[in-house]
């Protein structure tokens, strides 16, 4: 089974500083998908960003990006020029699609976000 | 796009009572469903994958006659907690991925308290 780790609990970055999240997993599979997810304080998850496992090049999504290292079996986020709006639980989750269209999602345990000014 | 309503968005029950959840993809089509809970501070937990017009699948601990879905169209999908107790209290998270792909969305969640 595959498992999802993130090993800080709680962190603490202030307004326009740079700031990178841990996570990392365990698995056989060669094929996979790495994703982050930002739950506000509104509960509402939302899809910070994505990684294929095939896809070589870190992605990116404005502010937000991956450092993905295959190898290694790690998956950092790191968020540039923090934002206050950027206070948020930060899930990494990772998902194989072995069963097709039904394959899960395992969630990290997450990581607190404190933007501070 | 990508928008997935859920509703109520907070119910207080009596124990013994049931409630109903509904789960909505506005703009979209799912054949799959997820349902997700979760406790205070902590992470989502899977209690059961949906797909449409077929029965759902339970994951381990999760008892089948308490948490009833049905999953009846590609744009609704209903969670049914029978016979609440207090220990049901929790925050429930609809989850329906985009049919054909493995892009997945969240509802907003409901926060069901049972006294």
């Known amino acids: 089974a595959q498992t999802v780790t993130q090993s800080q609990p709680e962190m603490s970055v202030q307004e326009a500083e740079t700031v990178t999240l841990s996570c990392t997993y365990d698995t056989s599979e060669n094929n996979y998908y790495l994703f982050w997810y930002k739950q506000p304080p509104s509960r509402q998850m939302i899809l910070v960003i994505r990684q294929e496992a095939y896809k070589q090049q870190n992605a990116t999504e404005n502010r937000f990006s991956v450092n993905f290292q295959k190898a290694a079996k790690s998956f950092s986020l790191k968020i540039s020029d923090s934002q206050l709006g950027d206070t948020a639980m930060y899930f990494c989750a990772f998902m194989s699609p072995t069963t097709g269209t039904a394959s899960k999602l395992t969630f990290g345990t997450g990581t607190r976000l404190q933007v501070t000014l | 796009g990508a928008v997935v309503s859920q509703h109520p968005s907070r119910v207080i029950c009596k124990s013994g009572t049931s409630v109903k959840i509904e789960c909505r993809s506005l703009d979209f089509q799912a054949t799959t469903m997820f349902w997700y809970r979760q406790f205070p501070k902590q992470s989502l937990m899977l209690m059961a994958t949906s797909n449409e017009g077929s029965k759902a699948t339970y994951e381990q601990g999760v008892e089948k006659d308490k948490f009833l879905i049905n999953h009846a169209s590609l744009t609704l999908s209903t969670l049914t907690v029978t016979s609440a107790h207090p220990e049901d209290s929790s925050f429930y998270i609809c989850?329906?991925?985009?049919?054909?792909?493995?892009?997945?969305?969240f509802g907003p969640g409901t926060r069901l308290t049972v006294t």
């Open positions: 989850s329906p991925r985009l049919a054909g792909t493995y892009e997945q969305y």
